[in-house]
């Protein structure tokens, strides 16, 4: 079965830096796309950041994060990051990944078809 494990959230302060990490198991296909949603309190899921398995060059970003958070991914070890920088009160939220057997899923949430358990997130100002 495929098994995602979300880690490396916690309690920053405003302007501050976390290091999210997904490691994907119980898989054999070797492309797909890993996506970062996030679901903060009284809000729906949403979209922040997806890459291919086979093209780590191209990288999708929400426009609330852009520029501020850098998606990344260790082939070898089937694991994604994602650096999330100059962090905000409004960035917090659960972040969950999740993978798309479509290679170039992007941020279409529909294409996701396997979740992880979510990292929660709280940036205080």
């Known amino acids: 079965d495929v098994q995602l494990q979300a880690s490396g959230g916690g309690l920053v302060q405003a302007g501050g830096s976390l290091r999210l990490s997904c490691t994907a198991s119980g898989f054999t296909f070797n492309e797909y796309s890993i996506g970062w949603f996030r679901q903060g309190p009284g809000k729906d899921r949403e979209a922040v950041s997806a890459i291919p398995s086979n093209r780590p060059d191209v990288t999708y970003y929400s426009t609330s994060v852009k520029g501020r958070f850098t998606i990344s991914s260790d082939n070898a070890k089937k694991t994604v990051y994602l650096q999330m920088n100059h962090l905000k009160p409004e960035d917090t939220a659960v972040y969950y990944c999740?993978?798309?057997?479509?290679?170039?899923?992007?941020?279409?949430?529909?294409?996701?078809?396997?979740w992880g358990q979510g990292t929660q997130v709280t940036v205080s100002s």
């Open positions: 999740a993978l798309a057997t479509a290679p170039l899923a992007g941020l279409w949430r529909g294409e996701y078809d396997y």
